[in-house]
């Protein structure tokens, strides 16, 4: 098996990208893009070949430019022939594509995240996303509940109760809380 063998950081002035990439980059990808840079730092090198044509990372150097990124780690790709560096630009977009998630671990793990205080924006996914991969599918019915006499009513959360919120729960520590006072703003 043949395999890329140097890496090195490469001012980005000198990066050619691919005149031909049919992948394209919208604004709110780049800006995806670049808050991931911002929070992970350049982790994914764009590969080139010895004349620091771009390969792969088109999006990414968009990204660092509008960052006021210099340089850039980069993998030289010296043993792809002219055709077979066509097709790779070409693939590398594609079997992205074709992947897919288990969005019950995916749920797991954006759960985690929250629980660790990180903002699972930073994932990539947009909050409509976050919100469709959360929804049971239940859809909520009219009936003839009246939310504002029902916050009129006194009740008072005790030490130890356990509010059910969605799929979250909410236990009451030891601050008093009147839920005739202070109405939910969901």
């Known amino acids: 098996m043949r395999t890329t063998t140097e890496m090195q950081l490469v001012p980005i002035t000198k990066l050619v990208p691919y005149v031909n990439n049919a992948r394209t980059h919208s604004p ?3 800006t995806k893009l670049r808050a991931s840079l911002r929070e992970f730092g350049f982790i994914n090198p764009v590969i080139i070949d010895r004349d620091f044509n771009v390969i792969a990372g088109h999006g990414r150097i968009l990204a660092a430019k509008e960052e006021g990124i210099k340089e850039v ?5 010296d ?3 002219e055709a077979q560096k066509k097709a790779y630009i ?3 977009n594609r079997m992205a594509m074709d ?3 288990d969005e019950e671990l995916l749920r797991v793990e954006i759960e985690s995240l929250q629980g660790m205080d990180f903002d699972p924006l930073l994932t990539g996914f947009d909050e409509k ?3 469709a991969l959360f929804d049971d599918g239940i859809e909520a019915k009219e009936d003839d509940f009246d939310v504002d006499a029902e916050l009129e009513k006194p009740c008072f959360s005790r ?3 356990v509010w059910t919120l969605g799929r979250h729960r909410l236990v009451c520590g030891d601050t008093p809380c009147s839920w005739a006072k202070q109405r939910p703003t969901w």
């Open 28 to 30: 709110e990808q780049i």
């Open 90 to 92: 070409i693939a590398d």
């Open 129 to 131: 996303e976050l919100a």
């Open 159 to 161: 030490l130890g109760d």
């Open 79 to 81: 043993h792809l022939t």
């Open 73 to 77: 780690p980069c993998v030289f790709a």
């Open 99 to 101: 992947a897919g998630w």
